[in-house]
């Protein structure tokens, strides 16, 4: 689902930016998301800050995908060297070969997600035997309050606890390499056997 008016404003200020650089992307670190030279798929880009923290890291490409054609948009005037952008639904990832990544990477999407296990699997089938996914989620009770307060009317099918989450993993055949909960949200780092 593409954003709400109100969300698209909340998830494009500079307070959001700050938790994802000082809070998220600290935690990602923390897990060894990614090593120099690899290559790197980012879910739900957004407006391209999730591309600049990943820069950062040196990979040999890096490819961000979003629903929203205003976002992707947003992304892609950063300019940033060496990084696409694409208006990419994160269910049929068919633009990717398979095996073809070696790290994905999930901020906070996966509940503007009806068919968020279909989006799990397409992430399995586009890494690499031994690739890495990262996802940070709010759990489900935390998404159902910001409705309530702000009206932002995620899909009820992708209002999943975390331990849910964890236990798609598994069933799709990941192995968690790392998890960490913070105030509502998990962190979860997963390898592909």
Known sequence: MELSRSEFRAMNNPLRRFVQK???????????????????????????????????????????????????????????????????????LGAFENESKDVVVIFGILHHIPSWRCALKETYRVLRTGGALYVEEPDGSLVRIFDQLFRFRHPDPALFGLDMLERELIGIGFSLSHRRRLAGFGFCGARKA
């Open 22 to 92: 000082h809070i998220e992307f600290r935690i990602l670190r923390a897990m060894k998301v990614a090593e120099e030279g690899q290559d790197i798929l980012e879910i739900g880009c957004g407006s391209g800050y999730g591309a600049v923290l990943l820069s950062s890291l040196s990979p040999r490409s890096y490819v961000g995908i979003d629903l929203m054609r205003e976002q992707v948009e947003l992304a892609q005037r950063r300019d940033l060297p060496g990084a696409s952008f694409a208006v990419i639904d994160a269910t049929d």
